[in-house]
């Protein structure tokens, strides 16, 4: 079934000139980006959208690392669009990720994933309205 799910490309793969390499891997595994925007995220904005890590000893440092460089804010459609983008993510850390995942080939560390991907389609949902209008999606 046709749904969507919200990406993150963030600051270490965009300061390594690797947007294009990843949306490469995305497209490859039959997933059409549908809205697209590079941003620089502000403080309130990162610390809204990870809202639910707050009491997290790494809170701090995953907000400092969003707001580091710009980011590319996504809204991926395909089937089963949510689980098919964590598995081409791979796993959150890249020591533990499968083989031509887009965390395999390009993450950094736990921190510096490279990507992010809703875990669900109701958190989907949530974080695709945060970021763009229904207008701006484009299917
Ligand atoms: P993401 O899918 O964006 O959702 C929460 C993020 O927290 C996760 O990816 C990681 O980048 C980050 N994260 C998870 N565990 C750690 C950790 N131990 N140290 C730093 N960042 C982490």
Redesign the pocket.
């Known amino acids: 079934m046709a749904e969507r799910t919200f990406s ?1 490309i ?1 600051p270490d793969a965009t300061q390594r000139n690797l947007t294009g390499k990843v949306n490469a891997v995305i497209e490859d595994a039959g997933l059409r980006i549908v809205a697209q925007r590079r941003i620089q995220m502000s403080r309130a904005q990162a610390e809204k959208f ?1 809202e639910v ?1 707050k009491e ?3 809170f701090g ?2 907000v400092d ?1 969003m707001i580091s460089a710009p980011v590319v804010v996504q809204v991926l459609e395909g089937d089963n669009a949510v689980a098919r983008y964590r598995e081409v993510m791979g796993a ?2 890249p020591a533990n990720a499968a083989e031509g995942t887009i965390r395999k080939l390009y993450a950094v ?5 490279s ?3 809703s ?1 669900s389609q109701e958190n989907a949902a949530l974080e695709i309205a945060q970021f763009f209008k229904a207008e701006e999606i484009v299917g």
């Open positions: 993150i963030k990870y890590h997290r000893p790494f440092e995953l690392f959150t850390n560390s736990v921190g510096e994933n990507v992010h991907g875990d």
